[in-house]
Nanobody, 116 residues
Framework: QVQLVESGGGLVQPGGSLRLSCAASGFAFSLSAMSWYRQAPGKERELVATIVNLSGVTTYADSVKGRFTISRDNAKNTVYLQMNNVKPEDTAVYYC?????????WGKGTLVTVSS
């Protein structure tokens, strides 16, 4: 049974930093690409960052490039999103996602609120 559990969300001031974690189980984590998505109130869910399996190549949305970093620890079956210099527009529920055996799996999300 594939499970993705996000953690690390909370309230952070503009310009601050936060690190999100996603603990994965039930599939071959090291062979799977992992992504972070986010959904702000009243908006559609959008892709934030992706890290591929073996090479570790990363891609980012233009809105977070240079501020966010996605990484993975295959020994811990965990993917991270380091968020630096956050802005109010980064406020959203952040979701971890993977695709395994032709099916998409999502975590339940963790809320990030950027406010002074």
């Amino acid at each position: 049974q594939v499970q993705l559990v996000e953690s690390g969300g909370g309230l952070v001031q503009p310009g601050g930093s936060l690190r999100l974690s996603c603990a994965a189980s039930g599939f071959a984590f090291s062979l799977s690409a992992m992504s972070w998505y986010r959904q702000a109130p009243g908006k559609e869910r959008e892709l934030v960052a992706t890290i591929v399996n073996l090479s570790g190549v990363t891609t980012y949305a233009d809105s977070v490039k240079g501020r966010f970093t996605i990484s993975r620890d295959n020994a811990k079956n965990t993917v991270y999103l380091q968020m630096n210099n956050v802005k109010p527009e980064d406020t959203a529920v952040y979701y971890c996602k993977t695709r395994w055996r032709s099916m998409d799996y999502w975590g339940k999300g963790t809320l990030v609120t950027v406010s002074s």
